[in-house]
């Protein structure tokens, strides 16, 4: 069993800056790719930020340059800086990771989501 948790987020002014983080804990081999995702109300998931295991970044448009991922390997953990934050960034984010568990079976895994809230 593979699990995801996260934490942080909460609720800020425009303008400031939040983080998250997610753990990934349970029967793993190998993790992967890592990401955020943000899901906000009446609207479809989107992808924020991903990392790969060797480092390299992707980010969507509208985050770039405000946003930064990062990952922690010995510690199975990956963050996501928030920094600059406007009201549209609102919505619960999500932690996605491609684990290989220690059966070799690889499959994606995503946490509980978190609530982030910018008020203007």
């Known amino acids: 069993q593979v699990q995801l948790v996260e934490s942080g987020g909460g609720s800020v002014q425009a303008g400031e800056s939040l983080s998250v983080s997610c753990a990934a804990s349970?029967?793993?081999?190998?993790?992967?790719?890592m990401g955020w995702h943000r899901q906000a109300p009446g609207k479809q998931r989107e992808m924020v930020a991903s990392?790969?295991?060797?480092?390299?970044?992707n980010y969507a448009d509208s985050v770039r340059g405000r946003f930064t991922i990062s990952r922690d390997n010995a510690k199975n953990t990956v963050y996501l800086q928030m920094n600059s934050l406007k009201p549209e960034d609102t919505a619960v984010y999500y932690c996605?990771?491609?684990?290989?568990?220690?059966?070799?079976?690889?499959?994606?895994?995503w946490g509980q989501g978190t609530q982030v809230t910018i008020s203007s």
């Open positions: 990392i790969r295991s060797d480092g390299s970044t």
């Open positions: 349970g029967n793993i081999l190998r993790i992967n790719d």
């Open positions: 996605e990771a491609i684990i290989t568990t220690r059966f070799y079976v690889t499959r994606d895994y």
